[in-house]
């Protein structure tokens, strides 16, 4: 049958978009397979790897702690960021501690996405704009990636998706309800992350710039929620300007193009989708809602950009806000292509590259097995024995900061142990331990690794050392003389 799709807003009517969706296939079925394939990829050695300690252990870390302890952590301690996700994650973790089930909260939310991205397109382009979105969705090694990891982002390309969906239901048939809605979601997509700031911001420039505005208590309904969350955003960027988190580089050109390649999947992806954009606009620029999506794409990136001048915040992942954009321009193009032959061959090409850029997915030489140091730890050690770590966030000795004894202490609860061997500085190991040593070294130099004083180098041998990847080496000493072999102090 043939689908008219009009939008109208005041006098103002979008050209109608005519797609013929074949009378045997149900509208819904080309979406609900991309679902499936994205759940299938996802799916794919879900729990292979352990949980990481840099960010997903803390997530664990923090929706696992008492809830005032959690609402202190929100609230004092700047990590208000993706208060959602762990939010979400608390009631998730009733029913499971395993990493396979505490990733398929991500996997599920990442799925659940294809529904905005189609509804989206398929009001731009039609029946075959959405399905193609859907799909060129469903391949992303970024959304593939971001499924199978105890994070956020994946909520957050949902939150992005159903809002600017919202915006375009306002904006076709504006009520306060649709505009109450709009505004409630925004402000709840604030500590979804904070990068949701410039997602809003995208909307207001194409709103402004439509002449889209609600009036009267349809703009009291959308903007009052979106002012009252903002205001505690604003304080934390207040009291933390100026500083700069250490582990984000400065940005140079050759590292924007890095990062937005690692967004879409590679270098020659980034530049077929810049090319897709192009012709998204050729195709249907005198449509406004493609402008939204545009903005929708470019504005979060380009304003990480200008503000990483000054402060550093260009981090791959922190854009995953644009990722459904992406997917919507690509098949919101593809669906326009004339004649059906060379549309074909488009859609052929892309999902070719699609799928060679797969596999990055789930290459991560950066991955820390820390399931494993934990085990070795667990099955080797005695009562007599002290554990030092040495590395990022251990300039102290506070389990709050110390990555290396966070997710050690973390996987040993998930061992059953109630404690890790005794804690001991560098400095106490030398008068105080008699027993055993096991130094866990998280992301630093051999050279500057070492348990320190001459005195524990006389009276110690490194017994074994072992590495876990992503920085993570553990190593054992034992004292000389006192039973088991091993190599002399290397360090």
């Not at 929100?74 to 009631?91: C, D, I, K, P």
């Not at 809605?181 to 925004?186: I, Q, R, V």
């Not at 300007?241 to 250490?246: C, K, R």
């Not at 593809?334 to 859609?347: D, K």
Request: net charge positive; with cysteine; proline share 5%.
């Amino acid at each position: 049958m043939l689908r008219a799709v009009r939008a109208v807003n005041g006098s103002h009517v979008d050209a109608t978009v005519q797609e013929h969706v074949p009378p045997a296939s149900p509208e819904f079925a080309w979406p609900i397979a991309a679902a499936g394939l994205l759940a299938l990829l996802s799916a794919y050695r879900l729990a292979a790897r352990s949980l990481g300690g840099g960010d997903e252990i803390p997530s664990v870390v923090f929706a696992s702690s008492p809830l005032p302890t959690l609402v202190h952590t929100l609230t004092a301690t700047g990590e208000a960021n993706m208060a959602v996700y762990y939010l979400l994650l608390r009631v998730w973790l009733s029913a499971g501690q395993d990493e396979s089930w505490i990733r398929l909260l991500s996997l599920l939310i990442g799925v659940a996405t294809v529904l905005p991205i189609y509804l989206i397109s398929r009001r731009i382009g039609g029946h075959v704009a959405g399905s193609l979105a859907a799909f060129v969705f469903a391949l992303s090694s970024f959304v593939i990636r971001y499924n199978q990891e105890a994070r956020g982002y994946s909520l957050a390309m949902l939150v992005a998706a159903i809002l600017t969906w919202l915006l375009v239901r306002a904006i076709d048939r504006p009520t306060i309800a649709r505009w109450a809605a709009y505004g409630l979601l925004a402000a709840l997509g604030f500590y979804v992350h904070f990068f949701f700031v410039f997602v809003v911001a995208a909307h207001v420039l194409f709103v402004a710039a439509s002449r889209s505005w609600p009036r009267g208590r349809a703009l009291v309904a959308a903007g009052f929620p979106i002012l009252l969350a903002s205001i505690p955003i604003a304080t934390v960027v207040v009291l933390q300007t100026g500083s700069h988190i250490a582990w984000i580089p400065s940005i140079t050109l050759p590292s924007v193009a890095t990062i937005l390649s690692g967004v879409v999947g590679g270098q020659l992806l980034l530049v077929v989708m810049i090319e897709l954009t192009g012709l998204a606009l050729l195709i249907h620029g005198r449509q406004r809602l493609i402008w939204l999506v545009v903005a929708w794409l470019v504005v979060p990136p380009a304003a990480v950009v200008l503000i990483s001048v000054w402060k550093p915040l260009l981090i791959d992942r922190f854009l995953a806000v644009s990722v459904p954009a992406v997917a919507v321009l690509a098949g919101v193009a593809l669906a326009g292509i004339r004649p059906r032959g060379a549309r074909n061959a488009g859609v052929v090409g892309l999902g070719l590259l699609l799928l060679i850029s797969v596999p990055q997915a789930y290459q991560r030489p950066e991955s820390e097995n820390w399931r494993s140091a934990a085990q070795w730890i667990a099955a080797t050690s005695g009562p007599g024995d002290r554990i030092a770590f040495q590395g990022l966030g251990c300039s102290t000795p506070s389990t709050s900061t110390c990555r290396g004894e966070r997710a050690i202490q973390y996987y040993f609860g998930r061992l059953g142990l109630l404690a890790l061997p005794g804690r001991v500085d560098k400095a106490e190991a030398v008068g105080d331990a008699r027993g055993p040593v096991w130094l866990v070294m998280t992301g630093v130099d051999r050279a500057h690794a070492a348990v320190s004083g001459e005195p524990f180098k006389q009276r110690y041998v490194l017994a074994e050392e072992r590495n876990f990847g992503g920085g993570v080496r553990i190593a054992l000493f034992r004292p000389r003389g006192g039973g088991g072999s091993g190599r002399r102090y290397l360090y």
